[in-house]
């Protein structure tokens, strides 16, 4: 699916929206620069999920969970020396709990992310740099 963003609200909602339609286990893989709105998107979803506290990127923490009606596990693996350091912090555990993780910076651990991944990329709009296209695709093991 691809979706076009005006706005950090728009993007917000669209994962709101889709939020509800995401089984337990997901993951969702985020590509896109900097100031894409990869947080934003993470907001929308926590929203979406039934958590309506604050949500901030875990540059330094690595992993932020936002406990609401499914548990969200947001990954910023910028500061990631490589992939086998996600095992480190608990990967596998946080695969096996029931929630979705949504991890930013994707590429560097793109070897431990499941088959069934959601790609999640986000970028400028060709017409017009405030705007973003968000595509969403992949999720099946097939």
Same mark, same amino acid.
């Given at each position: 699916?691809?979706?076009l963003?005006?706005?950090e609200?728009?993007?917000?909602?669209?994962?709101?929206?889709?939020?509800?339609?995401l089984?337990?286990g997901? $993951?969702?893989?985020?590509?896109?620069?900097?100031?894409?709105?990869?947080?934003?998107?993470? &907001?929308?979803?926590?929203?979406?999920?039934?958590y309506?506290? &604050? $949500?901030?990127?875990?540059?330094? %923490?690595?992993? %932020?969970?936002?406990?609401?009606?499914?548990?969200?596990?947001?990954?910023?693996?910028?500061?990631?020396?490589d992939?086998?350091a996600?095992?480190?912090?608990?990967?596998?555990?946080? *695969?096996?709990?029931?929630?979705?993780?949504? $991890?930013?910076?994707?590429? &560097?651990?793109?070897?431990?992310?499941?088959?069934?991944? *959601?790609?999640?990329t986000?970028?400028?709009?060709?017409?017009?740099? %405030?705007? &973003?296209t968000?595509?969403?695709?992949?999720?099946?093991?097939t």
């Amino acid at each position: 699916m691809e979706y076009l963003s005006r706005s950090e609200a728009d993007t917000q909602e669209i994962a709101q929206s889709l939020a509800p339609t995401l089984p337990t286990g997901t $993951v969702l893989a985020y590509r896109g620069d900097l100031g894409m709105g990869k947080t934003a998107f993470t &907001r929308g979803l926590a929203l979406g999920l039934g958590y309506t506290g &604050r $949500v901030t990127s875990p540059t330094f %923490n690595i992993v %932020n969970e936002y406990l609401g009606t499914i548990p969200l596990f947001h990954f910023d693996l910028y500061r990631l020396p490589d992939s086998d350091a996600l095992f480190d912090i608990g990967w596998g555990d946080y *695969l096996e709990r029931d929630g979705i993780c949504a $991890v930013e910076w994707s590429e &560097r651990a793109e070897d431990l992310l499941p088959s069934h991944t *959601l790609w999640v990329t986000i970028n400028r709009h060709p017409d017009d740099e %405030n705007w &973003r296209t968000i595509t969403v695709e992949g999720g099946s093991d097939t």
